[in-house]
């Protein structure tokens, strides 16, 4: 038995009625709630991954920065101590040569003054050899003793014309 | 491993439950098919009733549309378990994709249709373009479409009717007899055939649709196989009772009248289903 082609059933229309509002319970319970939690834990988990990208790349950038200036201070100490070395060197050096052409002028000083008291000292030793020399040959000479005190101040004469001679 | 393999367990025991009602109610409708002799010419009638049960005002009759609808709707179930069997935040699965797919597809579609206010609708949305196009579709397993008979969906568009009228009377009640009576009092017979040809249009359009593409395929496929016996009838034996001009033009109608025809009125009845809604809630609610 077939059922008219168009017909209106209460009972059946009221049935239809309840079956779709089970499958909108069935698609909300078994299809959108599972897919809408995954879906939004999955974008939480995205968020959540790139706000620590971000707070990474912030604070990454922070130590640059802060690597930077230590850098950059570090350098500009650096130069000022070696500024400061070589000025320190420089002045070490300077006093260095000082002392160097100070020293050198006393050392000369004092071997010129050895030297001229040596010249001296020979000059004295020539002068009385020559006095005692010239007392022998004159008493060779007058034949007759005559005490080197007499004839001091003529020895000297002899000397000082002795030492003009070329 | 021993997960994976009850996984799989779950998973086959889900695409039974997919396939096995279609398959009961094709088994069924093969088992209680009358057989209707060539001689008596084409019949067209309404879906085979397997047994009547007394009710208050009006008996019920189980017909064929009423069994298909179930088993659509338990197949739907086991689509919907089967989509979402072992989802993981991170997919690795085909059908997970397909599951967000359809989600996100149907909260698009109620999103720009209705509003953000509206998307408690999605599931229904979805729940109706599932419903109407498997019911359409399942005509293709040789089943009674249940969207050919007409209670099927004037019960859809009646459900329809009452959340228009839920969301109307949200304006309150004044507000909503008031508008049977704008712009002028006159209107008012006008207004109250306007608010009732909704569901009925509905349910007709879609039904209407649907029934008569059923009718054109069997009157065009009769025709088809009397010009075949008469003009191939010479044949000799078994040769001349096969109805060889049916092959091709009835494949060229199913698809036009099953597949786009049921698709499309699934469209509509979904698409008119948000229209009527979200015009039908007050503008500030």
């Known amino acids: 038995m077939d059922s008219p082609i168009i017909s209106v059933n209460l009972w059946q229309t009221l049935i239809s009625l309840a079956n779709l509002y089970i499958i909108f319970r069935i698609m909300r319970k078994f299809l959108f709630k599972p897919v809408q939690k995954v879906m939004d834990t999955r974008q939480e988990q995205v968020d959540r991954i790139y706000s620590e990208a971000n707070e990474t790349r912030a604070s990454a950038n922070e130590m640059k920065q802060e690597y930077e200036q230590r850098l950059a201070s570090a350098r500009y100490e650096a130069d000022g101590m070696i500024r400061a070395a070589t000025q320190t060197a420089q002045r070490r050096g300077d006093e260095i040569v000082e002392e160097a052409k100070a020293q050198a002028a006393h050392t000369r000083e004092k071997a010129q003054a050895e030297i001229e008291q040596q010249k001296r000292q020979m000059l004295k030793d020539v002068r009385s050899e020559l006095s005692d020399l010239a007392v022998s040959i004159a008493s060779k000479v007058v034949e007759k003793e005559i005490t080197p005190a007499d004839y001091e101040g003529f020895v000297d004469d002899f000397v000082e014309n002795a030492g003009d001679r070329p | 491993m021993d997960e994976k393999k009850r996984a799989r367990f779950v998973d086959i025991l889900l ?147 009452i959340l228009i009228t839920h969301y109307k009377l949200k304006g309150g009640l004044w507000a909503y007899i008031k508008g049977f009576f704008s712009p002028i009092p006159v209107f008012a017979p006008l207004n109250i055939i306007g608010e009732v040809a909704t569901p009925i249009s509905m349910s007709f359009r879609h039904y209407g649709n649907v029934m008569s593409g059923m009718v054109i395929s069997t009157l065009i496929a009769y025709a088809l196989r009397s010009l075949s016996l008469t003009v191939l009838g010479w044949l000799p034996g078994v040769l001349g009772q096969i109805p060889f001009l049916q092959i091709g033009l009835p494949a060229v109608l199913s698809l036009y009248f099953d597949i786009f025809s049921g698709c499309m009125q699934a469209f509509i009845f979904a698409m008119l289903t948000m229209m009527f809604i979200s015009t039908a809630s007050p503008e500030d609610a």
Not at chain 2, 115 to 139: D, Q, T
């Open chain 2, 15 to 161: 695409i039974l439950l997919i396939v096995l009602p279609l398959a009961g109610a094709v088994v069924l409708k093969t088992v209680t098919a009358p057989v209707t002799p060539m001689e008596k010419g084409v019949q067209i009638g309404g879906a085979q009733v397997y047994f009547t049960i007394p009710l208050p005002i009006q008996e019920l009759p189980i017909s064929a549309a009423q069994i298909n609808s179930w088993a659509v709707m338990l197949s739907i179930l086991g689509i919907c378990l089967y989509l979402t069997h072992g989802i993981k935040v991170i997919p690795d699965s085909k059908r997970q994709l397909a599951a967000e797919w359809i989600v996100d597809t149907v909260n698009k579609l109620v999103r720009s249709n209705m509003g953000e206010k509206f998307m408690g609708f999605a599931p229904f949305v979805a729940g109706i373009l599932a419903l109407s196009a498997l019911s359409s579709l399942s005509s293709l397993l040789g089943l009674f479409a249940p969207t050919s008979d007409l209670n099927i969906v004037l019960g859809w568009a009646l459900l329809v009717f």
